[in-house]
């Protein structure tokens, strides 16, 4: 049986304070496979983190430390459970650099405070990619102590087979992997005895009380200094005007030729070879979180990162020297999605023809049952209004079955465990059937009477389950999506 994220959490706080927490709200999931909650205890709040990769763990909670040691302004680890899965560490607010960016697509500048924020987040950069290596043990490192060939290679086949493979673009694997290697070679010749914080974006900077903390370092490594201001200047939605990207790099190399860094004048050499790198990585992340794990708002950043690849090309800087690459960018950019345009994973990551597809929806049994589309009628529909509805409780209206709130509420019920038990070992029996006889198509539908929480629920659990069987392509639709609070207009 899995570990409850919860429950562990709560047993650490009251391990640690003696006492149960007030209330315990979980907060948005992000891209990792941590979870976070808040904790409040009296007018106080903590935050609580499970994450059962204790490597990943122990490298951030040694980070952390470190970095407290060095008078970096990282949160206070207040307290880690007994195996190390679970661990409270002081609240920092919601407040993100990112969250007040204009996210206008038009902008054509950022203000004068924004753009002292992140000359103050430079700044602290410097620090931790400079002071912190006198301090840390790269052997805690997670998953490999430095930013290596081996790293490199894995962003760079991280792009291949989650981005690029999926994509439907033909490419020719020898020659891609001869200018990989090509790519790896201009990268590793920059010098690398730095912290590499990895993930160095403004989601990942926090303020609180007009002052800058930093989260989120748990893979950072020892490295090179530019891939973490190229994941800064090119953090896809951040959207910072060029023009100003271009300030702020050289506020950065000024900031490292006053802290006597001999080698700051050659900065640039490499300096895009490491956005490319950073820009592929990053393709690659939004096609796993996107299109295998069906995070959508991954793919919302899309046309972000294509803006950036564009801007890279018109400006000569992408690298001569890797013509397959180059010219499958080039194939890229034809094709590329409109900033605000609602991507689907199912248009920008399309299956192979002969594979089997299992379409699982949602849908509002007011509307009726959805249509199949597929031409055979094979299939399932499940009705999921027996099941405890938490759209009566006033907590979960507002919220949908992919809210993290909801879907501990709903995992708390008995009869909602069987259900989804029982109707995935039938699902699992006809994939199993429908593979053995070449099938392409399989709908399984759950229906429940708004199509905003059970059924949204019984969907999601179902595709992330039916994503370990190989050789399937699961598609995920709920029909009453744009009616959802939220979405709503």
């Known amino acids: 049986m899995e570990n409850n994220p919860k429950q562990q959490v709560v047993e650490c706080f009251h391990a640690w304070s003696g006492s149960l927490p007030d209330n315990v709200q979980a907060m948005p999931l992000s891209g ?26 122990n490298a951030f909670l040694g980070l952390t430390k470190t970095f407290h040691k060095t ?51 430079i700044r602290q950069l410097t620090r931790f990619q400079l002071e912190a290596p006198r301090h ?77 903390y930093f ?28 023009h100003q990207r271009e300030e702020l790099l050289n506020h950065y190399i000024a900031t490292l030729k006053d802290k006597g860094i001999k080698h700051a004048g050659n900065f640039r050499k490499n300096f895009y070879a490491f956005v490319l790198m950073r820009i592929l990585q990053a393709l690659g992340t939004y096609g796993f979180r996107g299109g295998v794990e069906k995070k959508s708002f991954f793919l919302e950043s899309l046309p972000y990162a294509y803006n950036n690849l564009d801007w890279l090309r018109e400006q000569g800087l992408l690298p001569g020297n890797l013509p397959h690459l180059s010219g499958i960018l080039e194939q890229m950019l034809d094709i590329r999605p409109v900033p605000g345009q609602k991507a689907q994973e199912q248009d920008i990551l399309p299956p192979p023809d002969d594979r089997l597809t299992v379409r699982v929806c949602s849908f509002s049994y007011r509307k009726g049952i959805p249509e199949d589309n597929s031409g055979n009628g094979g299939g399932f529909v499940f009705d999921c209004r027996a099941l405890p509805n938490p759209g009566r409780e006033e907590a979960y209206q507002e919220l949908t079955g992919k809210d993290p709130e909801v879907i501990a509420y709903l995992r708390e019920q008995e009869e909602v465990l069987r259900f989804l038990e029982s109707s995935g070992k039938l699902c699992h029996q006809a994939v199993q059937t429908y593979l053995r006889r070449g099938f392409t198509s399989l709908a399984v539908c759950f229906g429940c009477t708004g199509g905003q929480h ?29 009616n959802w609070p939220q979405n709503g207009k």
């Not at 808040?38 to 609580?48: K, T």
């Not at 989260?215 to 060029?242: C, V």
């Not at 069987?469 to 639709?477: A, C």
Request: proline share 5%.
């Open 32 to 57: 990792s496979n941590r979870t976070y909650f808040r904790l409040h205890d009296g007018p106080d709040s903590i935050i609580g983190a499970y994450n059962p990769d204790k490597r990943e763990n």
């Open 136 to 212: 840390i043990d790269f052997s805690i490192c997670y998953p490999r102590h430095a930013f290596d060939r081996q790293s490199m290679r894995w962003d760079l086949n991280y792009f291949k087979y989650y981005y690029l493979k999926t994509s439907g673009l033909a490419f020719d694997e020898q020659r891609l992997e001869d200018d990989f290697d090509a790519l790896i070679a201009d990268l590793t010749a920059a010098p690398a005895d730095y912290f590499m914080y990895r993930d160095f974006q403004s989601r990942n900077i926090m303020i609180k009380e007009n002052k800058l």
């Open 71 to 121: 008078g970096l302004p990282v949160p206070e680890i207040l307290a880690t459970s007994a195996d190390n899965t679970a661990y409270l560490l002081s609240d920092l607010g919601d407040t993100t650099l990112f969250s007040l960016l204009p996210h206008d697509a038009q902008a054509t500048d950022f203000s004068e405070d924004i753009m002292d924020l992140y000359k103050e987040a």
């Open 215 to 242: 989260i989120d370092y748990q893979g950072g490594r020892k490295g090179p200094l530019a891939y973490d201001m190229a994941s800064l200047l090119f953090d896809a939605k951040a959207n910072i005007p060029f």
């Open 454 to 482: 059970r059924s949204v629920f019984c969907a999601e659990q179902l595709a992330k389950k039916l994503r370990h069987i190989p050789d399937i392509h699961v598609v995920v639709q709920h029909f009453e999506e744009d």
